[in-house]
Nanobody, 118 residues
Framework: QVQLVESGGGLVQAGGSLRLSCAAS????????MAWFRQAPGKERVFVARIRRSDSSTWYADSVKGRFTISRDSAKNTVYLQMNSLKPEDTAVYYC???????????WGQGTQVTVSS
């Protein structure tokens, strides 16, 4: 069974930090890409960060570049999103995703809420 389970969300003040975790089943973790997306209230889900399994290359949305870091731990089948210098506009439900296609992800987690207060 393919599973992605996010954790680590919560309420934090602006300027603070959170680390999200995505525990993946072996099938999901073996896909070519793993990524984080987010969806703010009333808005579409958007890309946040991506990591490639083969060489751990990373990509970021401009809005989070320099503040967020995506990483993976193969021993734990887990992908992380370290979020620093959080802003109120980072408030959203954050989703973990996995897939073999750069533009299409086959597997999704249930999401974890991140709320940043001003």
């Amino acid at each position: 069974q393919v599973q992605l389970v996010e954790s680590g969300g919560g309420l934090v003040q602006a300027g603070g930090s959170l680390r999200l975790s995505c525990a993946a089943s072996q099938r999901a973790f073996s896909t070519y890409f793993m990524a984080w997306f987010r969806q703010a209230p009333g808005k579409e889900r958007v890309f946040v960060a991506r990591i490639r399994r083969s060489d751990s290359s990373t990509w970021y949305a401009d809005s989070v570049k320099g503040r967020f870091t995506i990483s993976r731990d193969s021993a734990k089948n887990t992908v992380y999103l370290q979020m620093n210098s959080l802003k109120p506009e980072d408030t959203a439900v954050y989703y973990c995703a996995a897939g073999d296609n750069l533009l299409h992800y086959d597997y999704w987690g249930q999401g974890t809420q991140v709320t940043v207060s001003s």
